[in-house]
């Protein structure tokens, strides 16, 4: 989720990845084949599917299954062709929503999310419409106490991050892309444990929402989450706590 806000990785995220083992293992499943088309079957010479192999082996994915989805991906064994597709539109209020799909039938899903969008308040829009509101940055949520505020960041910055903010009850290092690996691993050196971490899409500007089209923008979320081929959303809304928690 990246509608970096007060609530947006917590509350309502750690609630629905328990809730949703199974779709994590099909969205880290598409990852790995995807990453591997795309930049080859060699971790080591690729950077993304590096990434998504340690993120399958921290959800406790099967080494065999890692293997075959690489494999399919190379070509080495035959299965589902991934088209990578990004999509753009807008929630309730005007909220701007930037989705990361992979895809083996591209008329299917566009006619799928189309739908969702229009249930729920919002409407599928063309090509660049919402995605200059985003920037792609490294994101890292870590515990609260994993460390002081001062030794974070000095690991962060020290390894090249932009930023470390306070969210309430986590920490939120942002980074340029290029630079998400190397302050990734300063944590891992220093024993430092992540909430999450990944390279996203974080909004310029945000949209405060409260009452029903905050109700119905999470709505909206959550269907497009449960989309098979939907791997990543980006948002620009914000909900503060005391209303998200009202809503749920």
């Known amino acids: 989720m990246s509608g970096h806000s007060k609530w947006h990785t917590i509350k309502h995220k750690k609630g629905a990845l328990d809730a949703k083992r199974g779709k994590i293992t099909t969205r880290l499943v598409k990852e790995l084949t995807v990453a591997a088309r795309v930049g080859g079957g060699d971790p080591a010479a690729n950077p993304r599917l590096r990434k998504a192999i340690a993120d399958a082996k921290a959800e406790n994915i099967p080494n065999d299954t890692i293997e075959r989805a690489i494999k399919r991906g190379t070509g080495e064994i035959e299965g589902a062709a991934y088209e990578e597709i990004i999509y753009e539109g807008y929630g309730p209020a005007g909220v701007a929503v930037l989705l990361e799909a992979a895809t083996d039938n591209r008329n299917r899903t566009v006619s799928e999310l189309r739908h969702l969008f229009s249930k729920n308040g919002g409407n599928l829009g063309e090509t660049g419409s919402v995605s200059w509101l985003f920037d792609p940055k490294g994101v890292i949520t870590l515990e609260k106490d994993v460390k002081s505020e001062e030794e974070l960041f000095e ?39 992540t909430v999450s971490a990944d390279i996203t899409r974080v ?22 989450d449960d989309h098979d081929d939907v791997q990543k959303i980006s948002t620009n809304f914000e909900i503060e706590d005391a209303e998200f928690d009202r809503l749920k």
């Open 203 to 224: 909004p310029k500007t945000f949209v405060r929402l409260e009452g029903k089209d905050a109700q119905q923008m999470l709505k909206l979320y959550d269907a497009l």
């Open 155 to 193: 690991i962060a910055v020290g390894a090249g991050a932009e930023d470390l903010r306070d969210l309430g009850e986590y920490w939120e290092i942002q980074t340029q892309p290029e630079a998400f690996d190397a302050v990734l691993a300063a944590l891992k050196a220093a024993g430092v444990p």
